[in-house]
C-alpha cells in the first residue's frame, strides 16, 4: 500500500515541491540568520560603547578628584551588566585604582558563541575633564563577555529555523491535500473507468470528462483518449471488411500461388540447366587457356631454337675475317634475327598479361639513368633520320623509384622507337618530372600524327593508325598494345593526344613510391669553382637542347650569362654551328674553358682546353665537362653502357654442355671456348648423369626440354647424389613463359638464362657461379 502511495502523481509533486520549498526556506533562514549575526555582532558593541561613553564623565572625575569609594561603586555599577566581567580605572602611570571582577557563566553551548563572537572583547577609554583637554587622567578599561548576546542569537536562529522548518511541514501536507483532490482522484476516476473495459468490445467504451475539468488538461487527455477509441472503433470495423475480402480472395491466391510455383519450378530447372552449360563452358575456357599455354611455351621453345642456332652461327661467322660486304650482310641477317626475336618477345609478352601470368619486380632503380640510357640507346636511329632527340629530365626528380625498371625500359624504349619511326623531320621530346606522388613520362614528336579514327585504333593489337601507315613504316602493331598493357598492370594510365601532320604527344603516369638508392660514383656536387666562374651560353634560342641544359645549369646554382654581353667564365657552345665566325669566337675565348655541344656523337675537341658533350644531355657528362673545363678533377666514371667486369678473373673451368640440338652445342661451345673454358657436351639427362659419375665438372649448363631424360629429372637426380649438392647447374633454354624459372629453381638448379646464347649474359652467369678453386684441367 506504501509503494502503491509513493508512486501517485500527487505523492510525488508534493514530495518535489516540498523539497524545493524547504530547500529555498533553509537557504533564506540561512541568509536571515547571517544578516542577524551581523546585527547582533554590531548591536553588542554599539551597546557596551553607550555604557563607557556614560560611564567615562563620572570616572574621569573621579581619577582627578582620586575618590576610591566612588571609583568602586561606578566599577560595582558597571559589573550589574550581564555581560561585564571586568572594570577597573588605571591612572596615568599604569597604576590600577580601583578594580571589579566577576566569573563567566558556564554553558554547553560557549564553544559555539565563543566561535562565532570570540570568548570576551576588552574596551579602553581615556578619562580627561573638561577643564584640563590636554591633561591625561587615566584610562576606564572593560572586559565584556559575549556569551551573553551570544546566546540570545542562537536562541533567535533555532527559533528561525524551527518556525521554517513547521511552515514546509504544514505546506507539504496542504498541497498533499490539493494535489490529490484536483489531481489525483480525477486520474484514477479515469483509470477505473478503463480498468472496466471488456477485451471483446473495446471500441464501445467512452470515458467520461471528470467535474471541473472540461477545460483544462485532464479533460483535454480524456478527450483525446475517446477520439482515439473512436479511431479503433472505425479501423476494426475496416479490418472486418478486410477479413471478408481475404477470405473471398483466399482461394484465388492459392491457386495463384500453385501457378506460380510450377512456373518457378520450370524456370529454375532452366537456370540450373543453363548453369550447367555455363560450367561446361568455363571448363572448356579453362582446358583451352591451358593449351593455348602450352602451346606458345611450346612455339617459344621451338621458335627460339632454330633462331638461337641462326643467331649464334651468324654472331661466329662475323667475328671472322671477311670482307666488308659480306659483314655487312651478315649485319644486315644479325638485325632481321633480332627484330624476330624482338617481335616473338613482344607476343609472348601480351600472351602473359592476357594471361595473368606476367609477374612485376618491386625493386630500387634510378629513373634518371633508366631515362639517358633509353635515349643513347636510340640516338643514333634518330641521327640517321636527321632529327633531335632530346631529353628534358626535371632535376627535382627524385633520384630513386620502386618498381620493375624492366617493363618501364620497355614501355619507353617502344614510344621512343615509335615516335622516331614516324617523324621524319623536327624533333622527339622526351620528358621527366614528378608530382602528387605519380611518375609523369612524356614522348612529344613531330611526325606525322595520328587521325580521330587512328586514335581509336592505335592500342588494339596488330593494328596501326591506317593502312597507308602499314605500308610506308612497317611495323606489327605490337609496340603500343603492350605499352597500354603494361602501364595498365603498374595501376597507371596511358594518354595520347595527337593531331594528322602535327606530331603526337604521349604521356605515362606511373604511381611508383619514391625510395633513397645509394649514391652514385659520381659526386654531383657542383665544385664551387664553377659556381663562382659561372657558364657563357652561346646557343640560340631555339636550339633544341638548350631548356634542358640550362634548367639542369640553375638547379645546380651555376650563374648563366649570354655569351656576347658577358665574355667571361666558361663557354658553352655547340659544335653544329660550323661558321668562321663561331670557329673564331670559340679559338678567342679567354674565359675558364669551352664545352662544345654535339648532337652527331662522333665529334672531338679542338684543343684540350675544349670539351665535347654528346647530346642528348646525360647529367653525369655536364657535371665531367663543367669540372674538366674549370680545371678541376672530375671522379672517375664507368664507360657507359659497358658490362660489370668482376674484380677477380676467372680462371678456365671445366663445364658440361648438356643440349641435344647440334647447332646449339656448337654455338655454346664455341662462345665457351672464347671465353677461355673447356667444355664436354652431352646430348640429354640422362648422358649427363653418366659424365659426372666418369668426370668432375665445375660447372653444368642444362637444357629443359630434352629427350630420354629432360634437364629437371637430370637436375634432381643430381642433387640427390651428396657429392654433386654443391655443383652450380645453370639451365639454358628457350622457354620463357611465367613459371619457368620458377620451375628451375624447384628442381635444384641454381640459375636461369634464356635463349639465344648471349656471350655477356653467359659470361654473367658463369662468374656468379664459377667455384673459387676450379678443378684442374683433364688430362688427355
Not at 560603547?49 to 582627578?64: C, D, G, T, V
Not at 555599577?77 to 591612572?91: C, E, S, Y
Not at 643430381?718 to 633454354?733: E, F, G, N, Y
Request: glycine share 6%; net charge neutral; with cysteine.
Amino acid at each position: 500500500m506504501t509503494n502503491r502511495f509513493r508512486k501517485r502523481l500527487s505523492y510525488r509533486l508534493t514530495r518535489d515541491t516540498v523539497l524545493v520549498a524547504m530547500a529555498l526556506g533553509l537557504v533564506l533562514n540561512l541568509i536571515q540568520i547571517t544578516l542577524d549575526y551581523f546585527n547582533a555582532r554590531t548591536s553588542m558593541r554599539a551597546e557596551i560603547n553607550a555604557m563607557i561613553e556614560i560611564s567615562q564623565s563620572p570616572a574621569a572625575q573621579i581619577a582627578y578628584n582620586i575618590d576610591i569609594r566612588l571609583a568602586e561603586e561606578l566599577l560595582d555599577g558597571l559589573l550589574r551588566h550581564p555581560a561585564t566581567i571586568d572594570a577597573r580605572l588605571v591612572d596615568r602611570e599604569g597604576h590600577v585604582l580601583a578594580s571589579a571582577h566577576q566569573n563567566r557563566p558556564e554553558s554547553p553551548y560557549r564553544w559555539v558563541s565563543d566561535l562565532l563572537f570570540s570568548d570576551s572583547l576588552r574596551f579602553s577609554s581615556e578619562l580627561r575633564v573638561p577643564q584640563l583637554e590636554d591633561l591625561p587622567l587615566g584610562r576606564l578599561v572593560v572586559t565584556i563577555d559575549t556569551f551573553h548576546y551570544g546566546l540570545q542569537f542562537l536562541e533567535r536562529s533555532a527559533y528561525t529555523l524551527a518556525i521554517g522548518l513547521l511552515k514546509s511541514l504544514a505546506l507539504s501536507v496542504t498541497l498533499l491535500a490539493i494535489f490529490y483532490f484536483v489531481l489525483t482522484r480525477p486520474i484514477l476516476n479515469v483509470i477505473d473507468t478503463l480498468n472496466r473495459v471488456t477485451a471483446n468490445s473495446p471500441e464501445k467504451v467512452r470515458l467520461p470528462i471528470p467535474a471541473r475539468h472540461e477545460q483544462d488538461e485532464i479533460g483535454t487527455m480524456v478527450g483525446i483518449i475517446n477520439q482515439h477509441l473512436e479511431t479503433i472503433d472505425s479501423s476494426l470495423a475496416r479490418l472486418r471488411a478486410a477479413e471478408s475480402a481475404i477470405k473471398n480472395y483466399s482461394s484465388q491466391l492459392e491457386q495463384e500461388v500453385a501457378d506460380r510455383t510450377r512456373e518457378i519450378s520450370e524456370k529454375n530447372q532452366a537456370l540450373q540447366r543453363g548453369n550447367r552449360a555455363l560450367v561446361r563452358a568455363k571448363e572448356d575456357a579453362v582446358r583451352r587457356a591451358r593449351a593455348r599455354a602450352n602451346f606458345l611455351a611450346s612455339m617459344s621453345h621451338e621458335i627460339r631454337t632454330p633462331l638461337n642456332g641462326v643467331l649464334g652461327m651468324l654472331s661466329l661467322v662475323r667475328e671472322g675475317e671477311l670482307e666488308p660486304g659480306q659483314r655487312s650482310r651478315l649485319d644486315i641477317a644479325i638485325t632481321a634475327g633480332e627484330s624476330l626475336l624482338s617481335l616473338l618477345n613482344d607476343i609472348l609478352d601480351i600472351s602473359k598479361i592476357e594471361a595473368g601470368k606476367l609477374s612485376l619486380e618491386s625493386i630500387p632503380f634510378s629513373m634518371r639513368q633508366l631515362i639517358e640510357e633509353c635515349a643513347t640507346l636510340h640516338a643514333q636511329q634518330a641521327r640517321r633520320k636527321g632529327i633531335d632527340l632530346i631529353t628534358e629530365i626535371d632535376p627535382e626528380l627524385p633520384e630513386g623509384f620502386v618498381g620493375d625498371p624492366t617493363r618501364t625500359r620497355q614501355i619507353l624504349n617502344n614510344l621512343i622507337s615509335n615516335a622516331i619511326k614516324f617523324t621524319d623531320k623536327g624533333q622527339v621530346r622526351i620528358k621527366a618530372s614528378h608530382s602528387g606522388g605519380s611518375l609523369r613520362l612524356e614522348v612529344i614528336d613531330t611526325g606525322i600524327g595520328m587521325s580521330r579514327q587512328g586514335l581509336r585504333r592505335i592500342f588494339s593489337p596488330f593494328s596501326q593508325a591506317d593502312s597507308q601507315t602499314t605500308r610506308l613504316f612497317g611495323g606489327t602493331g605490337l609496340g603500343l598494345t603492350l605499352c597500354r598493357q603494361l602501364v595498365e598492370r603498374m595501376h597507371g594510365q596511358i594518354l595520347v593526344d595527337s593531331q594528322e601532320g602535327s606530331g603526337s604527344h604521349f604521356t605515362v603516369t606511373l604511381p611508383l613510391p619514391v625510395q633513397e638508392i645509394p649514391a652514385p660514383s659520381l659526386d654531383l656536387d657542383v665544385p664551387e669553382k664553377v659556381k663562382r666562374v659561372g657558364v657563357a651560353l652561346a646557343l640560340p634560342q631555339g636550339y633544341p637542347h638548350r631548356l634542358a641544359i640550362e634548367s639542369q645549369l640553375r638547379a645546380w646554382g651555376v650563374p648563366v650569362r649570354g655569351a656576347s654581353r658577358h665574355p667571361e667564365g666558361i663557354l658553352l657552345a655547340s659544335l653544329d654551328d660550323d661558321t668562321e665566325e663561331a670557329r673564331r669566337f670559340v679559338d678567342s675565348w679567354q674565359g675558364e674553358g669551352v664545352i662544345l655541344a654535339d648532337s652527331t656523337g662522333n665529334r672531338l675537341a679542338g684543343n684540350s682546353r675544349q670539351q665535347v658533350l654528346p647530346l642528348p644531355l646525360r647529367r653525369q657528362d655536364l657535371h665531367q665537362c663543367l669540372c674538366q673545363a674549370a680545371g678541376c678533377q672530375p671522379p672517375a666514371l664507368p664507360a657507359p653502357n659497358a658490362p660489370a667486369e668482376s674484380s677477380v678473373r676467372i680462371p678456365s673451368l671445366s663445364i658440361l654442355l648438356v643440349e641435344d640440338n647440334q647447332v646449339n652445342q656448337l654455338v655454346a661451345s664455341s662462345l665457351l671456348k672464347k671465353l677461355g673454358h673447356r667444355v664436354d657436351l652431352a646430348e640429354n639427362g640422362q648422358r649427363a648423369v653418366e659424365a659426372l659419375r666418369q668426370q668432375h665438372y665445375d660447372l653444368v649448363l642444362m637444357d629443359c626440354q630434352m629427350p630420354v631424360m629432360d634437364g629437371y629429372e637430370a637436375t634432381r637426380r643430381i642433387r640427390q647424389q651428396p657429392q654433386w649438392r654443391d655443383l652450380p647447374v645453370i639451365a639454358v633454354t628457350a622457354n620463357v613463359m611465367a613459371g619457368d624459372r620458377e620451375n628451375c629453381l624447384k628442381a635444384g638448379m641454381n640459375d636461369y638464362i634464356t635463349k639465344p646464347y648471349n656471350r655477356e649474359a653467359l659470361r654473367a652467369a658463369i662468374n656468379r657461379w664459377a667455384p673459387l678453386d676450379p678443378s684442374p684441367p683433364a688430362e688427355t
